[in-house]
């Protein structure tokens, strides 16, 4: 069985979870879903990455110790994660022992390898923030935080020699290797590291500055800075170092999906640090886009940070789930607002999707005592929509492939489109009027009917309960779980004689 390994970032603990991580999260949720669709072997890894000096104070603040902070905000996420209906493998935080004693496992291994060395730090120190500050941040010379102008402080720490890494990172990404997407977003790797000398990479902190970290096996007066720690857990949320056999089964990663203001780091620091242990690179690396709210950037400060928890509680999560995928394409910044929620809800959910299942249950129960009715002679339209079916799957699936959810979405629904025109043109009202049509009302209600049941499939990896209602109320035996693509999709398996069972509105309009 092919396997296949999907993960999404390790979300800092600082912020609580917000549709900005949703957004990713859902993602490689929908990911893992279609490729389990498949039968493939799937291993969907998410988590938290919770250590630093910013996380301590944050602690502190709140009159916490970093443990317990950090256990109620990793909580946080995995709530909010099974609200969504995320279907993770494995939650890792990088204060999992396991984890932190393979981080010690490798920082040694660096160090016996001779990549890392210890020397000067020069940096500009914020008292108040209790960390160094890139001078880019800085706002007139002052920490923009704590208005105040930061120290000029030199330190001995350890450094990793990142600067060695350039040709081969250049060769590896330029001959896709280790690939990159979308094309700009490799362009743009690429060019940088055409263009400007990789500096070795600062990878620790003196224990003063930095408590709450892992403790380097070397000099156990320093922890390490966040990069060794927070990338490590690729690997060792699927065992590495500790389950051989699952590790050598999932890894090299199929797909790491990321935003891209950590693009840079997971195409040199990452990539680096995998080839000084020896281990493979991940195949691929995706880049999503990020998204405004009504125009507005996401901010604690203006006041528009989304919960998606409430937001699935008051839409529903599939239809969260839709609109937040088919909004705008995944590699593309976009933008989202409640209104065009609300507007493609009703447009797509109630009216187009909803209303066929409810309208075609409607008519099996009115014209056929709710009985799932024989197939019989097929006519031209009839075919057509079995055309445009695996019409439907074979574009969706095409898009899936390239991470463009919102098209795969559009031609689904261009499918279930197909289906209520198709129903408006063969007016299975009328048909029921006459006695000879009796067969051919057979037919058409059988076509349509086979039609929603291969949406129900499609919109799986979506939608999952949307599916699985939809599967109840077509009354069919066989397990949901149990269908793969593509064989489940072949044309006309709906078993006829089986009785229907209508349920509720699956998307009741929003007034
Ligand atoms: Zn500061």
């Not at 010690?104 to 160090?111: E, G, P, S």
Request: with cysteine.
């Amino acid at each position: 069985m092919p396997k296949f390994y999907v993960t999404t970032p390790i979300y800092y603990v600082n912020q609580p979870p917000h549709l900005g991580t949703a957004y990713p999260t859902i993602a490689a949720d929908v990911i893992a879903r279609y490729h389990r669709l498949f039968g493939q072997d799937v291993f969907f890894l998410t988590g938290t990455d919770e250590h630093g000096a910013k996380v301590a104070q944050s602690a502190e603040s709140v009159g916490k110790s970093p443990k317990q902070f950090c256990d109620e905000i990793a909580d946080q996420f995995k709530k909010a994660w099974g609200a969504l209906n995320i279907s993770n493998d494995h939650f890792i935080r990088t204060t999992d022992s396991e984890h932190e004693r393979a981080v010690k496992w490798a920082l040694q291994r660096l160090y016996d390898g001779e990549y890392v060395y210890r020397h000067k730090y020069e940096g500009l120190y914020c008292v108040g923030c209790e960390q160094y500050i890139p001078k880019s941040s800085l706002v007139q010379g002052k920490c923009p935080l704590h208005r105040k102008e930061p120290e000029l402080l030199t330190e001995e720490c350890y450094f990793f020699k990142l600067s060695q890494f350039q040709d081969e990172l250049l060769t590896r990404i330029s001959k896709r290797e280790l690939k990159i997407e979308p094309v700009q977003r490799e362009n743009e790797v690429l060019s940088f590291l055409r263009g400007e000398k990789l500096q070795d990479l600062a990878i620790s902190r003196s224990k003063s500055k930095v408590r709450w970290g892992i403790e380097l096996p070397f000099d156990r007066s320093h922890t390490t800075y966040v990069w060794v720690d927070a990338f490590l857990n690729y690997l060792t949320g699927i065992g590495w170092l500790w389950d051989g056999e699952k590790f050598e089964r999932y890894w090299p990663a199929d797909v790491h999906l990321i935003g891209k203001d950590i693009l840079r780091v997971h195409a040199t620091i990452w990539p680096s640090l995998l080839l000084a242990l020896g281990v493979e690179l991940p195949r691929k690396i995706f880049v999503h886009g990020f998204f405004t709210v009504n125009g507005q950037k996401m901010s604690k400060s203006l006041g528009n940070v989304i919960d998606p928890v409430f937001l699935a509680g008051k839409y529903g999560v599939d239809a969260l789930r839709y609109f937040i995928l088919g909004a705008f394409p995944f590699g593309q910044d976009g933008d989202f607002s409640l209104q065009r929620l609300e507007h493609r809800y009703n447009a797509d959910l109630a009216n187009d999707l909803g209303n066929l299942a409810s309208r075609l249950l409607a008519m099996v129960e009115k014209y056929r005592g709710g009985i799932i009715p024989t197939s019989g002679k097929e006519m031209e339209i009839d075919l057509n929509l079995r055309r445009l079916a695996e019409r439907a799957f074979l574009e969706a699936d095409k898009c899936f492939r390239e991470f463009a959810f919102s098209e795969a979405l559009a031609r689904i629904w261009e499918f279930i489109r197909g289906i209520n025109k198709y129903i408006d043109e063969v007016a299975p009202w009328s048909l029921a009027k006459k006695e000879e049509q009796r067969e051919r009302l057979d037919m058409v209600l059988y076509t349509a009917l086979e039609g929603l049941r291969i949406v129900a499939l499609l919109i799986r990896p979506f939608m999952p309960s949307t599916s699985k209602e939809l599967w109840n109320q077509l009354s069919i035996e066989e397990k949901l779980e149990t269908q793969r693509f593509p064989r489940a999709l072949e044309w006309g398996l709906l078993k006829p004689g089986i009785e229907v069972k209508r349920g509720k509105p699956l998307f009741p309009r929003i007034k």
